[in-house]
């Protein structure tokens, strides 16, 4: 089954312990993006990647980092994580071919920072 | 920073009607826009997308009418369904060259559909 999956679904943490959020898609896809979403703000891109050791910043990058070794996973990492960083988090895929770029969305990771 | 908006928080309607959720951005640069579906409790599902060489597409059931003058694009729903009930969100590229890249989300339209 084509798929993104995350890991973990829900996580609680304390401020400044670090963390990776695991991102990875089965099929094949050049372009990988991670999203946060808080209410009232709707999605906010982090960072995405168009292809392996590819990486660019999105709206929201900081005190967040990413890497992309294999094309199939896409790691989120906070390395000092604060409360602010309490969200919803999303990775999502796509091919690069051409339209639509149809993303496929994970089925998102609760954040917690107390 | 851009930033892609909706004139509407919520929208209501009656099944079987059609529905209209509006969205604005604010770059003039952006080369391609897609509408996105959010249920309850899942991730954002792609839901139709256009160019901007383009000023309308149409889909199953759903239509993307883009007015680059105005910097306006919308979604509209023909014969709503409960099943669409959901927020929606519309999203601008701002791409190198013409692939995807820099993606910027308006904050959402939560539609409601009642029988």
């Known amino acids: 089954e084509a798929q993104v999956t995350q890991n973990p679904r829900y996580l609680i943490t304390v401020t400044g312990k670090k963390l990776t959020v695991t991102c990875s898609q089965n099929?094949?896809?050049?372009?990988m993006s991670w999203y946060r979403q808080d209410p009232g703000l709707g999605l906010r891109q982090i960072y995405y990647?168009?292809?392996?050791?590819?990486?660019d910043k999105g709206d929201v990058p900081e005190g967040y980092k990413v890497s992309r070794k294999e094309k199939r996973n896409f790691p989120l990492i906070l390395e000092s994580p604060s409360p602010n960083q309490t969200s919803l988090y999303f990775c999502a895929s796509t091919f690069l071919s051409g339209v639509p770029y149809e993303q496929y969305f994970g089925p998102g990771t609760r954040l917690t920072v107390t | 920073g851009e930033s892609v908006g909706l004139h509407l928080p919520t929208l209501s309607v009656q099944e079987g009607d059609n529905s209209i959720i509006n969205c604005a951005y604010s770059?003039?640069?952006?080369?391609?826009f897609i509408w996105y579906k959010q249920e309850s409790g899942k991730g954002p599902q792609f839901i139709i997308d256009?160019?901007?060489?383009?000023d309308k597409r149409q889909g199953q059931r759903v239509t993307v009418l883009l007015n680059k003058t105005v910097k306006h694009l919308s979604l509209q729903i023909a014969a709503t369904q409960p099943g669409d009930s959901a927020v929606y969100f519309c999203?601008?590229?701002?791409?190198?060259?013409?692939?995807?890249?820099?993606?910027?989300f308006g904050r959402g339209t939560q539609l409601t559909v009642w029988p």
């Open positions: 256009i160019r901007s060489n383009m």
């Open positions: 770059n003039s640069a952006s080369d391609y």
């Open positions: 990647s168009m292809n392996v050791e590819v990486t």
């Open positions: 099929m094949n896809h050049e372009y």
């Open positions: 999203a601008e590229n701002k791409g190198r060259g013409s692939t995807l890249g820099r993606l910027y």
